[in-house]
């Protein structure tokens, strides 16, 4: 999940340079292991378990990339909870390179126009979706891009959503930030290095 002002780089728990304050999610508590492709890399502290986040105290949700990530997330009946109640009230979600497997799981892609990993496109059509192979796509509030090449445009998309969001609605408690490997709701996918970083949320899962 997102708020406003989220160009800073932060961790969860942590406030950026810009004042978003960021919150890690993952469907069990303790810590999570990012990766890099498939070597190891940072392990974060989640902040808060998928089961007790609720969409309407935050202004996004971004969801993660690679494969790992959102293979364990589909099979998370709280993250489709919380995706279902982000998406019915118009909170701006964002999904990169797999991250849309979550969707389709969370049954939120049906007549919509999503960009992905190329190899999702057969999923998507199957759920009713259209996959796109432009680098990135908006569709009413969902925000979604092809690969980690596009997080510059995937990462300015989503904070113009979010600021025309926040406009609208009541200011958040939190904003989280996403970079990659094992999370729940985030940005990236499980490379999480310097450029990964400056996404919004940073939600894993275990």
Known sequence: MVGRRLRGHTRGGQRGSDGAHTVLLAPEG????????LDRAERFPVDLRTT?????????VVLPGGVANPDILR????????????DET???????RHGPW?????????GRTLAAWPSLATDLRNAGATWTPART??????????????IDEFTTLLIGAVSRSAGTRTPSRHV????????????????????RRHVIEQVRAM
């Open 30 to 37: 303790g810590f999570v292991q990012a990766y890099h492709h």
């Open 52 to 60: 007790d986040a609720e969409a309407a105290h935050y202004d996004a």
């Open 75 to 86: 099979q998370d009946s709280s993250t489709h909870r919380l995706l279902r109640d982000a």
């Open 90 to 96: 118009r909170i701006p979600i964002a999904a990169i």
């Open 102 to 110: 979550t969707l389709i799981d969370a049954g939120l892609v049906t």
């Open 137 to 150: 796509h908006v569709d009413r509030a969902l925000i979604t891009a092809q690969g980690m090449d596009d």
């Open 176 to 195: 989280r930030r996403r970079c990659g490997a094992r999370t729940v709701l985030a940005a990236g996918d499980s490379s999480c290095g310097p450029r």
